[in-house]
């Protein structure tokens, strides 16, 4: 079986990759939704599984190398669809339980070590909890998690399809 439909996957999770970081960057730039610390790393995780999907999609290489890009973008793809379960279990804690307001990243790092700051932002703070835009009835790092579990069940196609088409070696060779 030829590589070239393992490309042709990674340039689909590229497109839709792209086409999400690009309704990211109008929502906050067009639509003024300012994004909080936790919309932010699920953005660079998102910016990273793009850019891994299209060098993917250009390089052609090996079946090994094809299994280190799907490793690394499936990784992208879990850790962003972990701060995505964060926020929405953060939006759909007690109002009560929401952490404290910081201004901002830079204010935190100045003030507090990188550890500390870095824990802070996972824990989330007030603007992770606020909903201000839903599409459907589903918030932001709702759809957010949506598309990394399916670029993650992408990345299984991906691997199975791979892993199928490789021909069986005898045990003792």
């Known amino acids: 079986m030829s590589l070239a439909p393992s490309r042709s ?11 999400t970081l690009g309704a990211s960057f109008y929502l906050e730039f067009g639509a003024s939704l300012r994004p ?39 990784g992208c793809a879990l850790l962003g669809a972990v701060t995505a379960v964060r926020q929405v279990l953060l939006q759909n804690a007690a109002p009560d339980q929401a952490a404290d307001c910081w201004p901002s990243l830079s204010h ?34 709702e759809w957010s998690l949506l598309f990394f579990l399916g670029m993650l069940v992408l990345g299984v196609i991906q691997f199975s399809r791979l892993y199928l088409s490789r021909p069986l070696r005898p045990v003792g060779r």
């Open 9 to 19: 996957l990674f340039f689909l999770a590229f497109m839709a990759g792209a086409l």
């Open 36 to 74: 909080c610390f936790l919309c932010q790393i699920q953005r660079a995780f998102l910016a990273a599984f793009t850019l891994i999907n299209l060098v993917a999609a250009i390089h052609s290489s090996s079946r090994s190398t094809y299994y280190l890009y799907g490793l690394t973008s499936m």
């Open 108 to 141: 935190m790092i100045d003030n507090l070590s990188v550890w500390q700051a870095l824990r802070l932002v996972v824990e989330g703070t007030v603007d992770c909890v606020e909903i201000s835009w839903t599409l459907f009835d589903l918030s932001l790092p």
